[in-house]
């Protein structure tokens, strides 16, 4: 299956997670679309300011995949900087928060895979 860009759908998502700013949600895939169960593939777009809230992941993993811009992770542990080419796996019960302390977007593309 091959979904073009123009035929995506963008979601604003104020507050995402109790985060700050609004995040842009672009859907790449719709749950239910392929046989692997998963309940994101998406494509997130936070403007500097904009953050995702501490939330955590139980019965499923979350890949995060940076593919501009820089943030802060927050594991619930330490912070640590991702920038363009990092990648982020968070499940098993873990949780994460990320923000854009920078001055240009950051965007993830972020798959949520279900066990």
Request: net charge neutral; hydrophobic share 35%.
């Amino acid at each position: 299956m091959i979904r073009k860009k123009d035929e995506m759908v963008t979601e604003p998502r104020p507050n995402m997670r109790g985060g700050a700013g609004t995040v842009a949600v672009r859907q790449l895939f719709k749950p239910g679309e392929g046989k692997a169960r998963f309940r994101l593939c998406a494509v997130l777009t936070l403007p500097p300011g904009a953050s995702i809230g501490a939330h955590q992941h139980v019965g499923e993993d979350e890949v995060y995949v940076v593919t501009k811009g820089s943030g802060l992770l927050d594991d619930g542990q330490t912070k640590t900087r991702v920038s363009a080419g990092d990648a982020v796996l968070t499940g098993d019960g873990a949780s994460h928060a990320i923000a854009n302390d920078g001055t240009t977007d950051l965007e993830i593309v972020a798959v949520i895979l279900c066990y």
